[in-house]
């Protein structure tokens, strides 16, 4: 059974940071490309970050560009976030997903096989 479970989200004030963690099982996580997306009250899920299996190649959205750090350790079947300078419009339920295509741009940006999510709330 194909699993993704994140973990990490949590208060933090504007300014502060925060490391997500999505912990894979059940499928052959090398083969995959991994995406974080996130969902605001009232808006559309968005697609924030993904990272390539084999050679890492990384996409950012724009609204986090400069800020947040993908990941991943394929030996630890787990892909991270790292999020810096979190400003209140970070706010969200940020969600890992396995992307059925390679990791390229904003069009590549479409989940698979979904998290449950974890919440990140950003003070301000």
């Known amino acids: 059974e194909v699993q993704l479970v994140e973990s990490g989200g949590g208060l933090v004030q504007a300014g502060g940071s925060l490391r997500l963690s999505c912990a894979a099982s059940g499928f052959t996580f090398d083969d995959y490309a991994i995406g974080w997306f996130r969902q605001a009250p009232g808006k559309e899920r968005e697609g924030v970050s993904c990272?390539?299996?084999?050679?890492?190649?990384?996409y950012y959205a724009d609204s986090v560009k400069g800020r947040f750090t993908i990941s991943r350790d394929n030996a630890k079947m787990t892909a991270y976030l790292q999020m810096n300078n979190l400003k209140p419009e970070d706010t969200a339920v940020y969600y890992c997903?396995?992307?059925?295509?390679?990791?390229?741009?904003?069009?590549?940006?479409?989940?698979?096989?979904w998290g449950l999510g974890t919440q990140v709330t950003v003070s301000s």
């Open positions: 990272i390539s299996s084999l050679d890492g190649r990384t």
């Open positions: 997903a396995t992307l059925p295509v390679y990791c390229s741009g904003p069009g590549s940006m479409m989940g698979d096989y």
